[in-house]
């Protein structure tokens, strides 16, 4: 992944968090906010970025998910920090994590990944109805051992709110009028510039 600050990340992925979540129960902004946390790292030295991380330049892995025993695909092998219930932080050696081709496919195999594991159904993730209750719920039900997790969620997703929300809804249905309205004007520029015939099947 190709380094970026938050309002770069959230400027190019918003719509696809979006487009992932619908219908889900997850929110696209815990999606974002995760994925900012998660992947995060120091890149060029000086520059803390979303994507710096070494997980997310070399495997595209923006959520920190490990490779279970079920997961089929690509793996990378990282030592990763820990920590205990306790709060004593801790290094994991050699943990193997899922890898990915793209930044979208490790964005939908988030989606997946929750979906897939009762523990997330049964916590209350998607039943969640705020951004904050739905960090908790993820918290709660596994996700992260940090026991300030859901405060650094809120620390990145609370300045972004806004830059999320101006961010334009894309909608990729086209209803019927729109393609009788661009059926018209394709055969009207088609007569004036008097082309071959545009047959248009509907």
Do not use: H
């Amino acid at each position: 992944m190709k380094p970026l600050t938050r309002l770069q990340f959230v400027d190019k992925y918003t719509s696809v968090a979006r487009k992932l979540t619908e219908g889900t129960g997850l929110f696209p902004e815990t999606l974002l906010s995760q994925a900012i946390l998660e992947s995060s790292g120091s890149y060029n030295i000086n520059d803390w970025l979303v994507g710096g991380s070494k997980l997310s330049q070399v495997a595209n892995n923006l959520f920190g998910i490990k490779a279970s025993k079920g997961w089929k695909g690509a793996v990378y092998n990282i030592d990763t920090r820990e920590e205990t219930p306790e709060g004593k932080s801790y290094i994991e050696k050699n943990s193997t994590f899922r890898s990915y081709k793209t930044v979208e496919d490790s964005m939908a195999d988030w989606v997946n990944f929750l979906k897939s594991n009762k523990r997330y159904t049964t916590g209350g993730v998607f039943k969640a109805t705020t951004i904050q209750s739905q960090f908790e719920a993820l918290k709660n039900s596994g996700y992260a051992t940090a026991s300030n997790y859901v405060n650094m969620l809120m620390g990145i997703y609370a300045p972004l709110k806004k830059a999320i929300e101006s961010i334009p809804i894309i909608k990729t249905t086209i209803g019927f009028g729109t393609i009788a309205v661009l059926g018209l004007g394709l055969f009207f520029l088609a007569k004036k510039r008097k082309t071959r015939k545009l047959t248009i099947i509907a």
